[in-house]
Nanobody, 115 residues
Framework: QVQLVESGGGLVQAGGSLRLSCEAS????????MGWYRQAPGKKREFVAS???????HYTNSVKGRFTISRDNTKNRIHLQMNSLKPEDTAVYYC?????????WGQGTQVTVSS
């Protein structure tokens, strides 16, 4: 069973940047699409971005042009570069496969953007 560990979150001011990382406990080379999700307080977990095996990205509208997702299959990692952060980006960020069933969810990494 794959274990996922997210890191890189923190507290930043609006307009700032963070780079999130997710490390899987085994190879993700065969996983077609890996993605990032987020959950804000009192809200459901939502999709943020995904990246296919061939590197093709997909983003939810609210982060297009600000976030960039990438994957490193040799290191079993995916990353999320977040620029021009907004207070509404505040949430716990998780990574997982887009396939069903998902891998066990990690603890996530907290991103807090102050105005």
């Amino acid at each position: 069973q794959v274990q996922l560990v997210e890191s890189g979150g923190g507290l930043v001011q609006a307009g700032g940047s963070l780079r999130l990382s997710c490390e899987a406990s085994r190879s993700i080379f065969s996983v077609n699409a890996m993605g990032w999700y987020r959950q804000a307080p009192g809200k459901k977990r939502e999709f943020v971005a995904s990246v296919r095996k061939d590197g093709g990205p997909h983003y939810t509208n609210s982060v297009k042009g600000r976030f960039t997702i990438s994957r490193d299959n040799t290191k079993n990692r995916i990353h999320l570069q977040m620029n021009s952060l907004k207070p509404e980006d505040t949430a716990v960020y998780y990574c997982n496969t887009l396939s069903y069933p998902p891998f066990p969810w990690g603890q996530g990494t907290q991103v807090t953007v102050s105005s």
